[in-house]
């Protein structure tokens, strides 16, 4: 459902989930021709177009408009062309052509709350699909509780009450505890340090803040963040004309603005390497840090990058495993997260477009100070524009990351305890490569207060994907874990 809506931003229509699934249907038709296909007396024939009819209710029983050539048209072309049908169905207006010729249909009664049934088959066609409602429920799996927001990090409070009420049911001692859950980390914390001023009478000055927001290397063991990195973050536009020209005419005359953008990503980025070129947004990584990513790719061995659903025969950037882990937790790296000033193919003509934006995600070293090197790399984009094309990066605002404290003794060995009697392993220590917006404010809010900043977030739970899982067993553990530590804090 969160999709339907994203999807109805970028056609700037309102969407159906049976707008999503037609377009689904035509697109799994076009690669699977066998179930794109018609029965006769004589053979089954497979079709070369994909013609999607839709279920739609009359007075005296359903007629099934098609909307022709589903998997050539975008959502939102198909959403406006079955809401027209449909309404010219109601009032039967629609032509015998509107209504013939599918080569596979959609039923959906979901909207009737209906959960399952079975559609009946429109001959001559080979398959219909049966759509029933759209339900929240968790899915269980292998010890998985699947479902987006469930390891990254909605069970944190449920973790942190487990923790003091198995000490309250064991009679063990324990300091007094605040727990601030907030709700909107995923957008930046942009409203947490309002409140951790406000409530600073009740909240104190801590001498321990557990941080439950993080991840995992494997399920193996507890697992403690030392450092998180921070973000850089723009639109960079580059703009060639006022409006689109054919490609024919424009083309040789006017540059592209694709390939002006890719000449000032090479400003930034080594294109053959991915290494960034601003030697300003690296840092001297601490010693500790570097002994502590050669232990964890020990641990995790081609974990490293085998986590990673690569295709192919795509490999990682660089054989050797620690200098990966650093890579992700200690050196500066860019992505591409999104583009605008294209069509999708399917509806791209021979035009040479106006202008192309990219939306660039700069991961920073722990210690790099965003907001230098958010300047740093507006002023490098921004410089002696190719062609004078027209070009600005809109940053946003920046994000430092957090390199954790040195470990008081008391709480170095009461994490191993605990990883040992809980997991059967010591803790493993290592970077993570994301940011937690409010770890940098709250390292600077008590500089002089231990960490412990650990998660369940690990290999093949994809945050903020639809098969990010929460792995049970690890909650567990890492509760009691954070159970034990509360206990030896008590007690130091």
């Not at 076009?30 to 009819?53: D, K, M, Q, Y």
């Not at 990513?293 to 950037?317: E, H, N």
């Not at 600005?392 to 003794?409: D, T």
């Not at 220590?429 to 404010?441: N, Q, T, V």
Request: aromatic share 6%; proline share 6%.
């Amino acid at each position: 459902m969160e999709f339907r809506e994203q999807v109805a931003q970028v056609h700037g229509a309102k969407l159906s989930v049976n707008d999503l699934v037609m377009k689904a249907c035509a697109l799994a038709m076009r690669r699977l021709p066998e179930a794109n296909a018609s029965f006769t007396e004589e053979a089954i024939v497979e079709h070369a177009h994909v013609h999607i009819g839709m279920a739609v209710a009359i007075e005296d029983g359903l007629i099934t408009p098609v909307i022709r050539d589903a998997d050539k048209k975008t959502i939102g072309q198909i959403g406006t062309e079955a809401r027209e049908m449909a309404k010219r169905a109601r009032d039967r207006k629609l032509k015998p052509e509107e209504y013939t010729g599918a080569t596979f249909s959609v039923s959906n009664l979901g909207m009737m709350g209906i959960r399952d049934f079975a559609a009946v088959i429109n001959p001559p066609e080979g398959a219909i699909l049966a759509v029933g409602t759209v339900r929240k429920e968790p899915v269980i799996k292998d010890g998985k509780l699947f479902g987006r927001g469930g390891a990254d990090d909605g069970y944190a409070m449920f973790a942190a009450l487990s923790a003091l009420l198995a000490l309250k049911e064991q009679n063990k001692p324990h300091a007094r505890c605040v727990i601030v859950i907030e709700a909107c980390e995923e957008s930046g914390s942009y409203d947490l340090p309002f409140y951790i001023e406000h409530l600073s009478d009740r909240i104190g000055t801590p001498s321990l803040v557990v941080c439950l927001d993080s991840g995992c290397g494997n399920y193996d063991q507890l697992w403690l963040t030392t450092s998180l990195r921070g973000i850089a973050m723009g639109n960079l536009n580059v703009r060639v004309l006022t409006e689109g020209v054919h490609s024919g005419d424009a083309s040789g005359i006017v540059p592209s603005s694709f390939r002006i953008s890719r000449q000032l990503l090479s400003r930034v980025e080594d294109e053959r390497t991915g290494e960034i070129k601003l030697d300003e947004l690296f840092v001297q990584i601490p010693p500790g840090r570097i002994a502590e990513a050669k232990q964890a790719a020990d641990i995790l061995g081609d974990a490293v990058y085998s986590k990673m659903p690569f295709a192919g025969a795509t490999r990682p950037m660089n054989d050797d495993l620690a200098e990966l882990v650093l890579n992700r937790t200690w050196r500066p790296a860019l992505a591409v997260t999104g583009m605008d000033g294209y069509p999708l193919p399917e509806s791209a003509g021979n035009v040479l477009l106006p202008y192309t934006t990219t939306k660039l995600s700069f991961r920073l070293p722990p210690t790099c100070e965003a907001d230098k090197a958010t300047l740093l790399i507006k002023k490098t984009l921004e410089a002696d524009a190719p062609y004078g094309a027209e070009v600005e990066f809109v940053a946003e605002e920046g994000q430092g990351g957090w390199n954790a404290p040195e470990l008081a003794p008391w709480l170095s060995e009461s994490l191993t305890r605990a990883s040992n009697v809980h997991f059967g392993k010591p803790v493993a220590f290592m970077g993570e490569g994301g940011s937690i917006p409010f770890m940098a404010m709250l390292g600077r809010r008590y500089p002089k207060t231990q960490f412990v900043v650990t998660g369940v977030l690990g290999p093949h739970s994809n945050a903020h994907g639809p098969n990010e899982f929460l792995h049970i067993d690890m909650g567990k553990k890492v509760s009691a874990c954070v159970a034990e530590i509360l206990a030896d804090h008590a007690v130091k």
